[in-house]
């Protein structure tokens, strides 16, 4: 079975500043996605960033970019000039990919906590 | 276009008592799913479906039934409220790519 491992429960940045979100998988497949979600003080789930395991380029959106390192089974979001409103729970997830039924599989979850 | 609608937001239980979390997309997603959220704890899924008349169970059903009668309604039913079962419920849909979540429903059972 697969799982996923966030080993920070919790982290904070100052305002402006970089952090960096780790998180870890274990699997035998070869084909499946990544996922981070933020989820606010109003439980909403949005979607952050999504890597294909196919691509070796690590996707970027904007402020937020990750390090997809296949082999390692490493998936680090980096979140670059923090503002205020990226304090969230951040959740790694992994999800099959072929036919499978595509459920989420998600970490524990880290709090980030951003300082002015 | 509403995307995944969720109801109640919030509801209390006694124990023993018997409920059923509404879910609704309109975006004709086959794929749905029911996840629960632990204080502290990432996602788990409880029942999933991939289209009408076809569910399956997921890491935690026990205590929870579902049915999915149409595309757009995956109603979960919890029999018999344990405080267990206290917990952020979160309905869940996808097509091809993305998925669309609900706002959830916060369940307490006393």
């Known amino acids: 079975a697969q799982t996923v491992t966030q080993s920070q429960p919790e982290m904070s940045v100052q305002e402006a500043e970089t952090v960096t979100l780790s998180c870890t998988y274990d699997?035998?497949?070869?084909?499946?996605?990544l996922f981070w979600y933020k989820q606010p003080p109003s439980r909403q789930m949005i979607l952050v960033i999504r890597?294909?395991?196919?691509?070796?380029q690590n996707a970027t959106e904007n402020r937020f970019s990750v390090n997809f390192q296949k082999a390692a089974k490493s998936f680090s979001l980096k979140i670059s000039d923090s503002q205020l409103g990226d304090a969230a729970m951040y959740f790694c997830?992994?999800?099959?990919?072929?036919?499978?039924?595509?459920?989420?599989?998600f970490g524990k979850g880290t709090k980030l906590s951003v300082k002015p | 276009n509403a995307g995944v609608t969720q109801t109640p937001k919030f509801r209390i239980l006694k124990i023993g008592q018997s409920m059923t979390l509404q879910c609704t997309q309109d975006?004709?997603?086959?794929?749905m799913y029911w996840y629960r959220q632990d204080p502290g704890m990432g996602l788990k899924l409880i029942y999933y479906?991939?289209?009408?008349?076809?569910?399956d169970k997921g890491e935690v059903p026990n205590g929870y039934n579902v049915s999915r009668s149409t595309t757009e309604d995956f109603p979960l039913r919890l029999e018999l409220a344990a405080p267990s079962q206290t917990s952020v419920y979160f309905c869940?849909?996808?097509?091809?790519?993305?998925?669309?979540f609900g706002s959830g429903t916060r369940l307490t059972v006393v």
């Open positions: 869940a849909s996808r097509l091809i790519r993305g998925y669309t």
């Open positions: 699997t035998s497949e070869s084909d499946y996605y």
């Open positions: 890597q294909e395991a196919y691509k070796q």
């Open positions: 997830a992994y999800r099959s990919g072929g036919g499978s039924q595509g459920n989420l599989i």
């Open positions: 975006m004709n997603h086959n794929y």
């Open positions: 479906s991939v289209g009408a008349g076809i569910t």
